[in-house]
């Protein structure tokens, strides 16, 4: 790509087509390793594009490549696919047609995003070496998509070198470009936890184990665990999220079940978790006489940007709109997939704020932002693309 400067043109001339993707995808929404429907219509696009398209990747997931036939180095753009269980309430003549499902979350618009980026790019090959593989992965929300489509091997053929994604992003404002280097995100865990004590009457509790008071007696040493035991320079949060005891006023409960989520951002103190949790759990429970079983089921890891992604994508916005139009965002105790991506090659999430007055948040159902935004998004991919893949780039 001798001149990028084409690059906005070329954008705005698909703005419209752009938006219509968006829309088509938003009415199919559809949940974790469900989508289908939006799978075909990726894959479809892709090929008719002119790139090189493997589906049903670990499931739903879809990549397309773009090859230029040239010696290069490979830029992966990864989109998310799934949508959320939430009934549509936003009233849009192109709301979801899947009643219980949406995409809430904006995973629409990153697809119509990456899908648009596709199209230019092939046309502009001739003027790219290397190669950029478009990668659609299911399960974004849960129970994650990415790390199944590493194991069935879509960092290789080509080997991925640099990695980028977009996210809607309602907390910046409409266009701002939010850039960040280091951990953006927070790693996610669950754990899950029976209490076993002796059920009886409730006038009798010596003859009794209350799991449910040694249930209620784990959730505050786990609070107090990390206000005591976690460096606080290093974010925790222990979320209980359910805790399902007892069946009658007057019966002591014989077992109580807890679930809960784990975010930290540190790769030390994530690891330190299971035994800490353990051996709080089995002070608790040893100490008023109850059993437990515990399970610790690792999520997300923390979702780490690199300097060099961050610093490029920052020079390609302020050569796009100036300095006006970057902004540096809070790191939050949320979680992302991409993560996985990003412990493989290095690369960065962006974010693109579709923030202004009345405007909800992600998985509201009532989500929705001006679509203007999307063109900004394409024009970021191929500019990138333009700086790590243009025949005249180093
Ligand atoms: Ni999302």
Same mark, same amino acid.
């Given at each position: 790509m001798s001149q990028p400067m084409d690059i906005p043109e070329i954008v705005k001339e698909r703005q419209q087509h752009l938006v219509s993707l968006r829309r088509d995808l938003h009415q199919i929404p559809e949940t974790a390793f469900q989508e289908h429907e939006?799978?075909?219509?990726?894959?479809?696009?892709?090929?008719?594009?002119?790139?090189?398209?493997?589906?049903?990747?670990?499931?739903?997931?879809?990549?397309?490549?773009?090859?230029?036939?040239?010696?290069?180095? =490979?830029?992966? /753009?990864?989109?998310?696919?799934?949508?959320?269980?939430?009934?549509?309430?936003?009233?849009?003549?192109?709301?979801?047609?899947?009643?219980?499902?949406?995409?809430?979350?904006?995973?629409?618009?990153?697809?119509?995003?990456?899908?648009?980026?596709?199209?230019?790019?092939?046309?502009?090959?001739?003027?790219?070496?290397?190669s950029v593989k478009f990668v659609f992965q299911p399960a974004e929300e849960g129970p994650g998509g990415a790390a199944p489509m590493i194991q069935a091997g879509v960092m290789d053929n080509p080997r991925?070198?640099?990695?980028?994604?977009?996210?809607?992003?309602?907390?910046?404002?409409?266009?701002?470009?939010?850039?960040?280097?280091?951990?953006?995100?927070?790693?996610?865990?669950?754990?899950?936890?029976?209490?076993?004590?002796?059920?009886?009457?409730?006038?009798?509790?010596?003859?009794?184990?209350?799991?449910?008071?040694?249930?209620?007696?784990?959730?505050?040493?786990?609070?107090?665990?990390?206000?005591?035991?976690?460096?606080?320079?290093?974010?925790?949060?222990?979320?209980?999220?359910?805790?399902?005891?007892?069946?009658?006023?007057?019966?002591?409960?014989?077992?109580?079940?807890?679930?809960?989520? /784990?975010?930290?951002?540190?790769?030390?103190?994530?690891?330190?978790?299971?035994?800490?949790?353990?051996?709080?759990?089995?002070?608790? =429970?040893?100490?008023?006489?109850?059993?437990y079983d515990l399970s610790f089921k690792p999520g997300y890891p923390p979702m780490a940007n690199a300097e060099s992604m961050t610093s490029l994508a920052r020079e390609c916005v302020l050569e796009a709109w100036g300095a006006d139009a970057v902004a540096e965002p809070e790191p939050t105790m949320g979680s992302e997939d991409m993560a996985f991506f990003l412990e493989k090659a290095p690369g960065c999430m962006l974010m693109l704020g579709c923030g202004e007055p009345g405007c909800v948040s992600l998985h509201n159902p009532r989500f929705d932002f001006d679509e203007e935004v999307l063109g900004r998004g394409v024009e970021i991919y191929c500019r990138l693309a333009a700086k790590l893949l243009g025949q005249t780039a180093g």
């Amino acid at each position: 790509m001798s001149q990028p400067m084409d690059i906005p043109e070329i954008v705005k001339e698909r703005q419209q087509h752009l938006v219509s993707l968006r829309r088509d995808l938003h009415q199919i929404p559809e949940t974790a390793f469900q989508e289908h429907e939006t799978s075909k219509y990726v894959a479809r696009f892709l090929a008719e594009a002119g790139l090189a398209v493997d589906a049903q990747v670990a499931g739903t997931g879809v990549v397309g490549l773009l090859d230029s036939d040239r010696p290069g180095p =490979c830029l992966m /753009i990864r989109a998310d696919m799934d949508a959320l269980p939430v009934e549509e309430q936003t009233g849009l003549s192109f709301a979801s047609r899947n009643p219980g499902c949406m995409h809430a979350c904006g995973h629409d618009s990153h697809m119509a995003m990456a899908l648009t980026t596709a199209a230019i790019l092939s046309e502009l090959r001739e003027h790219l070496r290397g190669s950029v593989k478009f990668v659609f992965q299911p399960a974004e929300e849960g129970p994650g998509g990415a790390a199944p489509m590493i194991q069935a091997g879509v960092m290789d053929n080509p080997r991925v070198d640099h990695v980028v994604g977009f996210h809607v992003w309602p907390a910046l404002p409409k266009g701002v470009i939010g850039i960040k280097s280091g951990v953006l995100m927070a790693a996610m865990d669950r754990f899950d936890l029976t209490v076993k004590g002796a059920g009886g009457h409730g006038g009798m509790p010596h003859l009794c184990v209350d799991a449910l008071e040694v249930g209620a007696q784990v959730v505050g040493a786990l609070q107090r665990l990390v206000s005591r035991q976690i460096n606080p320079l290093h974010p925790a949060v222990v979320t209980v999220g359910r805790f399902e005891a007892g069946s009658a006023f007057n019966v002591i409960a014989e077992e109580a079940n807890l679930s809960g989520t /784990i975010r930290t951002m540190d790769r030390e103190v994530r690891a330190a978790w299971p035994e800490r949790l353990e051996r709080i759990i089995a002070g608790v =429970c040893g100490s008023m006489g109850a059993e437990y079983d515990l399970s610790f089921k690792p999520g997300y890891p923390p979702m780490a940007n690199a300097e060099s992604m961050t610093s490029l994508a920052r020079e390609c916005v302020l050569e796009a709109w100036g300095a006006d139009a970057v902004a540096e965002p809070e790191p939050t105790m949320g979680s992302e997939d991409m993560a996985f991506f990003l412990e493989k090659a290095p690369g960065c999430m962006l974010m693109l704020g579709c923030g202004e007055p009345g405007c909800v948040s992600l998985h509201n159902p009532r989500f929705d932002f001006d679509e203007e935004v999307l063109g900004r998004g394409v024009e970021i991919y191929c500019r990138l693309a333009a700086k790590l893949l243009g025949q005249t780039a180093g």
